[in-house]
């Protein structure tokens, strides 16, 4: 189990074509590349690194009490507050920073739900907000309540983080990359996706990333957070893992973004 602190960056199998798209049924392909879906630019043809200018997903640096650094994924939320997963924020951290249109923005405080909870096989209300010094001018997600999440629905996952057949060399994190994964369940406290080499797959440095649902029809799409980058089963992050979100369609994981964010959108 994936638990240590920080995991996840984005695993992406080259087999398919770029494809965006969201909340599709099961007969809908799966895409490696999901920039549009954020508005940004592919930076290969086909590929799945995306232009993290104006990106409303961010690189949260860790700063560690021995003054190690780490590294993990996060949404903006409003101008000063970063949605991320909770196991990113342990009691060894002592602070936080972003890089919002090249400048760095350092983390005032942050938070993590209460009763956070780390078990053998999953973590519950893994859910972090971090309150940044001040505003930055980058687009934000809202929070999705209004529309539940169902099996075979297409999310989009984004994360800074290691490459395929690079996980563990960090020279592959930092860059924004997008694809997508079909939820296989659905529980009060977590969404499931597996990995069969098709596809994408979340790995190290992604961990609080957002899983982005695409949803509505043609005249009215909206696009909004319905889960946090939590853990998987594989260290390697390879085929026949399985991916947890934290479900943020959860009364208790959305209370407390809300009570963290008061000023976050909820759809």
Do not use: W
Not at 1 to 30: E, H, N, Q, R, V
Not at 223 to 249: A, P, W
């Amino acid at each position: 189990m994936k638990l240590s602190s920080p995991i996840y960056s984005l695993i992406f199998a080259a087999a398919l074509s770029a494809c965006s798209g969201g909340g599709g049924g099961d007969d809908a392909p799966i895409g490696t590349d999901s920039c549009s879906v954020l508005g940004l630019q592919s930076r290969i043809i086909n590929g799945t690194e995306c232009t993290s200018a104006n990106s409303s997903v961010v690189q949260i640096v860790l700063i560690f009490n021995d003054g190690s650094l780490g590294s993990c994924s996060g949404s903006m939320i409003t101008s000063r507050d970063v949605l991320s997963a909770g196991h990113c924020f342990p009691s060894r951290v002592r602070g936080a920073f972003v890089t919002a249109n090249g400048a760095r923005v350092d983390g005032a405080s942050f938070s993590r739900h209460p009763d956070y909870q780390e078990t053998p096989g999953a973590i519950f209300n893994d859910v972090a907000v971090l309150r940044l010094s001040s505003a930055v001018n980058l687009p934000t997600l809202g929070i999705v309540a209004g529309r539940d999440v169902k099996n075979g629905d297409l999310i989009d996952i984004f994360g800074f983080g290691e490459s395929e057949g690079d996980p563990g060399d960090s020279s592959t994190s930092g860059t924004l990359r997008s694809g997508q994964m079909r939820i296989e369940d659905v529980t009060q406290n977590h969404l499931a996706s597996s990995f069969d080499g098709s596809g994408s797959n979340t790995c190290a440095g992604d961990s609080g990333g957002p899983a982005l649902l695409q949803y509505g029809s043609e005249s009215g799409a909206r696009v909004g957070i319905v889960g946090i980058t939590s853990t998987g089963v594989k260290r390697d992050c390879g085929e026949g893992d399985v991916s947890l979100f934290t479900n943020v369609q959860s009364d208790s994981v959305l209370n407390f973004i809300v009570g963290a964010a008061p000023q976050v959108e909820v759809l």
